[in-house]
């Protein structure tokens, strides 16, 4: 008889794809009096996540050396964002979004100064939120939705913030963040 983490593996693969597609995004960090995240509303007309909240980013194309290339690259086509006034400081671990992509989050500072051009292609709208905000639990809404890909009820993590709504993979990627910043010390 298989055991309870059997079964749960077994549940959750059916969720992914075999073979993800890789990708990359920018979880751009303004330098501000009080630091922001800046992230994007996707245009509605775009054949993956439509008008979601997001950060820019996107495949890993051949000619990136790196993720950290392909977000930089990613967050220049999309929003204009120029990446000599972004500091990458790390990565997160990568987040397997039931859409088909493995997407590797790529923190960076922002500093200010900057100009953003957002591609009307791709972006709809660019926004910053106080990090206080996002690592505030009290703006954290648990949600359940139904997958439009298997049909099964999947949990969230609802941020909303004015008229913007925060959830899915760019939620799970900032709860990520959440949890490395404001884990415990190890001995």
């Known amino acids: 008889m298989p055991g309870t983490w059997d079964r749960a593996a077994a549940t959750a693969r059916h969720f992914f794809p075999a073979h993800p597609t890789a ?3 920018l ?3 303004v330098e501000r009096e009080e630091l922001t995240v800046l992230l994007t509303q996707r245009a509605s007309q775009l054949r ?3 008008g979601q909240v997001s950060f820019p980013g996107g495949r890993i194309e051949p000619g990136d050396s790196t993720p950290e290339a392909a977000a930089l690259r990613e967050a220049r086509e999309e929003i204009g964002l120029d990446g000599s006034f972004v500091s990458v400081i790390g990565y997160l671990p990568d987040h397997l979004v039931i859409t088909g992509f493995r997407v590797t989050p790529v923190v960076g500072f922002v500093r200010p100064g900057f100009t953003l051009k957002p ?3 791709e972006v709809e709208d660019t926004f910053e939120v ?3 905000f996002i690592f505030d639990p009290a703006n954290h809404h648990p949600q359940r939705r139904r997958s439009p890909f298997t049909g099964e009820e999947v949990d969230f993590i609802d941020i909303p913030y004015g008229s913007h709504n925060i959830w899915g993979a760019t939620s799970g990627m900032l709860m990520t963040l959440y949890r490395v910043c404001t884990a ?3 001995p």
């Open 184 to 186: 415990p010390e190890l």
């Open 119 to 121: 591609d009307p292609a």
């Open 27 to 29: 979880i751009p960090l």
């Open 48 to 50: 993956n996540h439509a």
């Open 130 to 132: 106080p990090l206080k």
């Open 23 to 25: 990708a990359a995004v």
